[in-house]
């Protein structure tokens, strides 16, 4: 059953500004996946000659302009010619602010199709594998909301992947899901060895909402209180759960006549 987050608990993460500020620390800072991981074997094997370089954009500026509800469809489509894969898939997760337009749901539909010839321009040899289609996936199954079985069972395939980023990229998809079964998978990744899956996973539970994720990271912040995954989580409690709640004020004492 897809969890419903109460919308006081996550205040923070409801809206543009939140989603910048959470998945900044847990997806900016990615160490780079190898090309071999990002890039199909034939495609770096081929003789053909190189391409012309492309138009050169400020991948940071379009995202934020995304991000901020400023950006038009041409926005869109520019920044997702980005060929670095950490920044095309916070570019990716941030195009659910943009899910009001229908340009962007064709545009989003047709790179889950992989339709190239009718979006040539995009960035294909990223957007086609993970973790960009981890992204794409988890930003789908937010915005269909219904019959998404096909975006969630895609993240969920790359739960045990090699390469680190990608299972980042799903901790915070499942995070995003608030599915009450991913909830082991988003404990133990917080409580792994990966320091950088694990900062993804505190991430996700920050995401989720409601009592079950918040009790997990109330009882890990417990068990690595004094480090920097004890403060991570300190303060994703803080932000997202609004935990611990505040001391209820005195009760004010009357005054007496003078």
């Known amino acids: 059953m897809k969890h419903s987050p109460p919308f006081a608990g996550l205040a923070l ?14 997806l900016e800072q990615a160490p780079p996946p190898r090309a071999a991981d990002v890039v199909p074997a034939v495609a770096q094997q081929s003789a053909a000659p190189a391409a012309a370089p492309g138009p ?3 991948y940071t500026r379009l995202r934020q302009k995304i991000t901020y509800g400023r950006a038009t469809l041409a926005d869109a489509r520019r920044a997702l010619t980005d060929p670095d894969p950490v920044s095309l898939s916070n570019t990716i997760h941030a195009l659910y602010t943009m ?11 047709g790179m889950w199709a992989i339709d190239e010839a009718k979006f040539p321009e995009l960035a294909w040899q990223q957007i086609a594998r993970p ?3 981890i992204a794409l996936a988890s930003t789908l199954n937010r915005i269909r909301i219904v019959r998404t079985e096909t975006y969630i069972d895609y993240v969920r395939a790359h739960k045990d992947d090699a ?13 995003f899901n608030a599915h009450l079964d991913d909830l082991p998978y988003l404990e133990a990744m917080s409580d792994g060895d990966n320091h950088y899956v694990a900062q993804s996973a505190i991430t996700g539970l920050s995401l989720f909402g409601g009592k079950q994720a918040r009790n997990i990271l109330i009882k890990l912040a417990d068990k690595y209180r004094g480090t920097s995954r004890g403060d991570l989580m ?13 001391k209820p004020l005195p009760p004010a004492t009357e005054k007496g006549p003078r």
């Open 13 to 26: 993460i409801a809206g543009a500004v939140a989603l910048v500020s959470i998945l900044a620390n847990a």
């Open 163 to 175: 390469h680190e980023f990608n299972r980042a990229q799903v901790a915070v998809a499942l995070g």
């Open 99 to 109: 899910r009001q337009h229908r340009g962007v749901i064709h545009l989003l539909d």
């Open 234 to 246: 300190t303060e994703m409690l803080r932000q997202a759960y609004r935990w611990p709640p505040p």
């Open 131 to 133: 973790p960009a289609r």
């Open 56 to 58: 050169q954009y400020d």
